[in-house]
DNA sequence: ATAATTTCTTACCATAGGTCAATTTTTTTC
DNA sequence: GAAAAAAATTGACCTATGGTAAGAAATTAT
């Protein structure tokens, strides 16, 4: 928890009252590996984890029955179904720990509330959701002009560590490709 | 301009010094069919523009020489390179007017400033981003399950009236298909 | 309106990536 | 650490989409 409250205090000032509501609303909790902490189709999703340790990914299964990966939550990252919160509707994704990991769970009624008693949080908050929109642009732009090969060089160095966590199906699902195609990508790469 | 304030006001209220600095730092223009109003390369991107009006495009020309569309402009829209804005850097996209379109034109910098002394604004944009943030996970999604011929179908609900302004291959760029891969989803959509 | 230009369609072939199934390897469980 | 379960690889085949090129159609410019 310091840890984020750190990440805020380097970009601005924070009251102690701030702070201490920050503390109200969240809970630190540790997940083994393999617990998942929304379930796809749940009624309400009222949750927002920030990741202090470990590795999450939040995911569908479509109406094949196939996995899509729409996220890795690693160390200092959120995640949640923010589909679901926006729009007040069932969970349309899965979350769930790749390993064993330490997280600050949020209410996300109150922490959207936290605005309302300290606007103090708001540059925060802005930020932090514009660097997302970026990094969702470069996916998207990644997706649209890249061969999976190609996407697969950029995963491994915008997340070089996540190896050691996934299996290669969350990654293949996360590019956009079958198992077996990231598989054969893996066998031409060694190859080079 | 109106139409800015208004959509504003009908979520919060507004003071009149606030309102009187966002006209202080826009200004209202139309530009011809076809006008390039970032310009891919370009060393600064400093322009975030609200669509009053008309039709704009955000894309990315490849390696390659193809084009990859990232999003679409339309009436209450916001459009603009912000992959640039945020990482400080050159133009990594361009866009153009589809159509003879008006916009309300902002200084970026200035823009992001109007925060610092109208923290009032924060609450808007948090929603807007909040609410970009969730379609681009839409979209997503959609990329990772859909077959091209559901994404077309999924656009054409999305966007009803956009192929008066657009030609075929802004469609297929956005959905990452080459032009005549739609042609031919076309097809066989009219045949049944 | 007519000509020039751009865009769209279509036919043919090529290819990246998908599917299925068998086998091997790795990880988990007891 | 052995057995069971899960994941990864591999091969054979398949399919959706891409590439190319030429002609048709639509749009734009004069």
Same mark, same amino acid.
């Given at each position: ?47 927002? +984890?920030?990741?202090? =340790?470990?590795?999450?990914?939040? /995911?569908?299964?479509?109406? &094949?029955?196939?996995?899509? #990966? !729409?996220? +890795?939550?690693?160390? =200092?990252?959120?995640?949640?179904? /923010?589909?679901?919160?926006? &729009?007040?509707?069932?969970? #349309? !994704? ?99």
């Amino acid at each position: 928890m310091k840890a984020l409250i750190n990440k805020i205090k380097s970009n601005q000032d924070l009251s102690l009252e701030a702070e201490a509501y920050l503390y109200a609303i969240s809970e630190k909790k540790t997940f083994s590996k393999g617990t998942v902490l929304i379930k796809q189709g749940q009624t309400t999703v009222n949750k927002v +984890f920030f990741v202090l =340790d470990g590795c999450l990914r939040s /995911y569908c299964i479509d109406k &094949n029955g196939k996995e899509h #990966t !729409l996220q +890795f939550g690693i160390k =200092d990252w959120w995640i949640s179904d /923010y589909i679901a919160i926006h &729009n007040n509707e069932s969970a #349309t !994704l899965a979350i769930e720990c790749l390993k064993a990991s330490t997280v600050i769970v949020f209410n996300a009624k109150k922490l959207n509330n936290i605005f309302t008693q300290f606007p103090e949080y708001e540059p925060f908050l802005r930020n932090l959701l514009e660097r997302h929109v970026v990094s969702l642009h470069q996916r998207i732009l990644n997706q649209l002009q890249l061969t999976a090969s190609e996407r697969y060089d950029l995963f491994l160095k915008q997340y070089p560590d996540i190896e050691q966590f996934t299996r290669n199906y969350h990654i293949a699902s996360y590019l956009g490709v079958t198992q077996e195609s990231l598989s054969r990508i893996r066998v031409e790469k060694i190859k080079k």
